[in-house]
């Protein structure tokens, strides 16, 4: 069933705009997501995948919870939301300051603080952090994908 809006929306009640691409998996929300490489082992033609590596400039997006706008909605096949803009949370490894530019880091999916790497530019950067964190391993915090 299509569902289409024609006017003005003046609030919305989540935080993001997203696009539903094909994807290699279904990935969990906040996994952090690249355009696909099909030099990579297992994927085959599908748009996106979660992120390799660190100060990946290949980065889209992070895997959505609750769009405020889902675009592409009615593709077919394995999919995933990806929030382009807007406030979502995102897998993290290591600590993070508030405000901190996220970057991709070498664990799979995941961001992390800007220094934890050396030298960076606008390519790599997902958002910003919208809180802290003061744990060394993998968690959960905040993020305004699309903030340079």
């Known amino acids: 069933k299509v569902y289409r809006f024609h006017g003005t929306a ?10 539903m691409y094909t994807s ?23 748009e996106v995948c979660a992120t390799l590596h660190a100060k990946d400039p290949k980065m889209l997006g992070v895997v959505t919870t609750d769009p ?8 077919e096949g394995t999919t ?3 929030a382009l803009l807007g406030r ?9 300051s508030k405000g901190d530019r ?6 799979h999916g995941h961001a992390q603080s800007e ?12 958002g910003r952090a919208l809180e802290n964190k003061q744990t060394t391993g993998p968690g959960v915090i905040e993020v305004i994908v699309g903030v340079k």
């Open 10 to 19: 003046t609030h919305a009640q989540y935080a993001d705009v997203a696009e």
């Open 24 to 46: 290699d998996a279904q990935h969990e929300p906040g996994t952090v997501i690249m355009f696909s490489d099909d030099s990579v082992e297992g994927h085959k033609g599908e």
């Open 68 to 75: 405020a706008l889902l675009m592409n909605s009615a593709l």
């Open 80 to 82: 995933v939301g990806v």
């Open 88 to 96: 979502v949370p995102v897998k993290v490894t290591g600590q993070v």
């Open 102 to 107: 996220m970057v991709t880091a070498e664990k």
């Open 115 to 126: 220094f934890y790497v050396g030298d960076f530019n606008y390519r790599h950067v997902i």
